[in-house]
Nanobody
Framework: QVQLVESGGGLVQPGGSLRLSCAAS????????MGWFRQAPGKEREFVAA????????LYADSVKGRFSISRDNAKNTVYLQMNSLKPEDTAAYYC????????????????WGQGTQVTVSS
């Protein structure tokens, strides 16, 4: 089983930035497509960003395109989500997920999930 641990969440003012990290173990990291999802209270979990094992095909939700950036460091078995120009509507629990083939925006195509890290955007 792949183990995923998120970190980097916290409280930030509107317009601020945060960088989330997800450390993976239990499987060859470069073979995993990685994604970020988020879930706000009372709402369904939604796709945020994804990246292939090689890092060559990043995907973004329209709501975060131009503000968020996903990247990975295969030597460190870690994927990152750089979040800039944060808005109150970005407030949610952010989850890291992994699949064994490639990047995907579909929640059902991911096999492994981390515990989540809370991001709160408020003045």
């Amino acid at each position: 089983q792949v183990q995923l641990v998120e970190s980097g969440g916290g409280l930030v003012q509107p317009g601020g930035s945060l960088r989330l990290s997800c450390a993976a173990s239990g499987r060859t990291f470069r073979s995993l497509g990685m994604g970020w999802f988020r879930q706000a209270p009372g709402k369904e979990r939604e796709f945020v960003a994804a990246i292939s094992g090689s890092g060559g095909r990043p995907l973004y939700a329209d709501s975060v395109k131009g503000r968020f950036s996903i990247s990975r460091d295969n030597a460190k078995n870690t994927v990152y989500l750089q979040m800039n120009s944060l808005k109150p509507e970005d407030t949610a629990a952010y989850y890291c997920a992994a699949r064994t083939v490639d990047a995907s925006s579909r929640e059902s195509e991911y096999d492994y999930w981390g515990q989540g890290t809370q991001v709160t955007v408020s003045s």
